[in-house]
């Protein structure tokens, strides 16, 4: 063979290798983006799991910080509803507390913190429950509210003074009001003390 042929060869061979070789180089650079692509996929779809178990475990605590009155609306059955409708402002008879027909220990008691600082509720809880009213749950309003207010039902008179006079040794301007109609959260249980700012 002679030179200029050889050199026509050698550049024959070059031109048809380095398509094979272009191919090549396309197809790892494909496969390349391909695995890529999965494992971002893959990363997303873990952290969503994550994500969603987190949520699942939040959302069945969610009702040790809800308001009583959400977790009082979803259990509330249609005799309570009509308590609340019928539920007036009358004033509170003047007898002494020592006399009572109730026993603090039967009397049904949410302290909802509105507004008041963080741990407000717990504290007013203690109070009741160190003065014998030990069926005294604690909460978080869905709403602002001003003063020491001590919500009762119809009927619960005597006991919503009795928590009235409990909780004025420690905190004088407590008062005592009829259960709101348009405000359920005042009358999720026959005594409802809501501490707001």
């Known amino acids: 063979m002679k030179k200029g042929e050889e050199q026509i060869a050698a550049d024959t061979r070059n031109t048809v290798s380095k398509p094979g070789m272009y191919r090549e180089s396309r197809r790892d650079d494909l496969l390349g983006k391909t695995v890529m692509f999965s494992v971002a996929v893959l990363v997303v779809g873990v952290a969503a799991f994550f994500v969603y178990i987190a949520y699942r475990m939040a959302g069945s605590d969610a009702t040790e910080g809800a308001s009583i009155a959400s977790i009082a609306n979803e259990n509330r059955t249609p005799t309570d509803a009509k308590e609340t409708s019928k539920a007036e402002e009358a004033p509170i008879t003047e007898k002494k507390i020592e006399d009572a027909s109730f026993k603090k220990d039967s009397v049904a008691i949410s302290v909802l913190n509105g507004g008041a600082p963080k741990g407000s509720a717990a504290i007013i809880a203690d109070i009741l429950k160190s003065d014998g009213f030990s069926s005294t749950t604690t ?17 619960n008179e005597e006991a919503a ?5 409990t909780l004025s040794v420690k905190y004088p301007s407590v008062s005592v009001k009829a259960a709101d109609l348009k405000n359920s959260e005042t009358s999720v249980t026959p005594v409802v003390v809501v501490f707001g700012k």
């Open 139 to 155: 909460g978080n309003s869905s709403g602002d509210y001003s003063g020491l207010v001590v919500y009762r039902k119809e009927g």
């Open 161 to 165: 003074e009795a928590v009235r006079k």
